[in-house]
């Protein structure tokens, strides 16, 4: 039901995969993907407030479709609302910018009109968007916990299961390249092969060594095996390994992201400066233990 003059904000994280593999199933709560991926501290920032025509969705201040989003609005409320999202991400770089979209407003929604549902419903809802209008496949998930996040089997609660690589909180440096279409890749059966066989195999490695520096190594082979790097990223990934550092692409997004590793926080800023601004975002936890890579 919807109450006059009421406004809802809600934040949801950026989340960058390292790698993944793609489970279809044909009931969208057990589609998705598992791998594992960082949680980040910028995200989307979404204000809903009910309107009398029809519902806009703005981001940055200017319209958009935003079919993802759309479809969990459509959901969740059967009257127009206006929705304002703010990003701190880049969009359709391999940051979840749509999951954020969808998640966000979920949350927002339900503050707004007290539509009573949990936080596993509000998943459900993003997750469902996201997988049926082809934008992503397990970043709302991802972006549930912090940290990173483990993927270990697909879809949402209480399909999708999830687990945590241990760690401190550490920065992530990124360089946006360019763009890839997700849809467009997930919709490419040889590609699709391929990067499941990778997927699986990363995981099952990263299970029996559950670390930072683990992740990133495996999230870099994952990356070569595929091959959906473009030239420029893999110099960029090759510059951070000269300095030691460990870098890797952000799936799925013409974008490298690194952690400093053996080298330090402007060796690894120095490397990437060449090929674009580098972006920075804090990956949290709970555990404030010397950092073990």
Known sequence: MSTEGSVGRAFAPGHITGFFEIHN?????KRGSTGCGLVLDGGIETTVSECVDMT??????IPVVAETTRAVVDKLVDFPVKVSCT??????CGFGA??????SVAYALNEAFSLGLTSNQLLET???????????????EGQSQGGIPIRLSAGCPPYGKLDRVPSPPFEIFCVVLGELSTGSILEDRTI???????????????????TLKNFMLLSK???????????RLLDAIEAVDAIGGLSSQAMLGDTVFAFSGAASREEVIGSLKEFGDVI???????????LNV
């Open 192 to 210: 699709m092969n391929e990067i499941n066989s990778a997927g699986r195999e990363a995981l099952r490695s990263l299970l029996s060594k559950p």
């Open 25 to 29: 199933d044909p009931l969208p709560q």
């Open 98 to 103: 749509s999951a954020a979209g969808a998640l």
């Open 126 to 140: 993003a997750h469902v968007a996201e997988v049926t209008n082809g934008s992503g496949m397990g970043d709302v």
């Open 87 to 92: 990003s701190s991400i880049p969009i359709g």
């Open 280 to 290: 920075t975002y804090n990956v949290g936890s709970c555990n404030r233990l010397p």
């Open 221 to 231: 082979q994952f990356t070569l095996r595929c091959g959906l790097a473009s030239e």
């Open 56 to 61: 806009e969705i703005f981001l940055d201040g």
